[in-house]
């Protein structure tokens, strides 16, 4: 079955600085794959979709990277800011959307 | 607001009750999906419309869970005989046919006592 993995560690970071966040998956060959964010008891949200012909895709200090052959993506947050803290979820479709654990991120000021 | 409203917010129950929730979606997406996520892990699937028709069921979705969209808007998400085990945020999300982007609730905080 598929299966994605994201760091289960915590990452913590200095305000200014990149944090670099993992989503690996196995047994799948997806179109695209998807990042969101959810802050503590709310929902997810959307943030950013990369395309299996895409290297990379920035949104402003937000860059994600998708290598089909190592079965990778890699996001970034560039100038890592307090209101960057939050959980972040890997997410590829199947007909429904299968999400990683998520990777808890605090920057601290 | 026009977003996916979820109510209630946060709902506490003795072991044995049933319980409904609802989900009201974005007013022109005519697809619902119901996920549930307990601490520390990502939201899981249980099941999604297609306007009022439910194509699919994840085998999360016991035989004691029961989900509707009666009109193709609004959905509710029923637990019969509610255990312990239920204790999760479910959430509800819409998107567009063919969207790649799915647009989520708050979300509902089930405490079964």
């Known amino acids: 079955s598929q299966k994605i993995e994201q760091n289960s560690e915590a990452l913590n970071i200095q305000e200014g600085k990149t944090a670099t966040l993992t989503c690996n998956y196995t047994n799948y060959s997806p179109a695209y794959l998807q990042w969101y964010r959810q802050d503590p008891g709310r929902g997810p949200v959307f943030l950013l979709l990369?395309?299996?012909?895409?290297k990379e895709k920035r949104k402003e200090r937000l860059k994600v990277t998708f290598d089909t052959t190592l079965k990778q993506s890699l996001f970034h947050i560039t100038a890592s800011q307090p209101a960057d803290s939050a959980t972040y979820l890997c997410?590829?479709?199947?007909?429904?959307?299968?999400f990683g654990a998520g990777t808890r991120l605090f920057v601290k000021a | 607001d026009t977003g996916v409203s979820q109510d209630p917010r946060h709902k506490i129950t003795k072991r044995g009750q049933n319980v409904t929730f609802r989900c009201d979606p974005i007013s022109e997406h005519n697809r619902l999906y119901w996920y549930r996520q307990t601490l520390g892990q990502g939201p899981e699937f249980l099941t999604y419309f297609q306007n009022e028709a439910q194509l699919e069921k994840s085998r999360l979705l016991s035989d004691r869970f029961s989900a509707e969209r009666p009109k193709g808007s609004f959905s509710t998400l029923e637990i019969q005989r509610t255990e312990q085990g239920d204790s999760a945020m479910y959430l509800c999300?819409?998107?567009?046919?063919?969207?790649?982007?799915?647009?989520f609730g708050q979300g509902t905080r089930l405490t079964v006592v």
């Open positions: 990369i395309r299996e012909n895409e």
């Open positions: 997410a590829l479709p199947h007909f429904k959307t299968i």
């Open positions: 999300a819409s998107s567009e046919t063919g969207a790649t982007e799915a647009f």
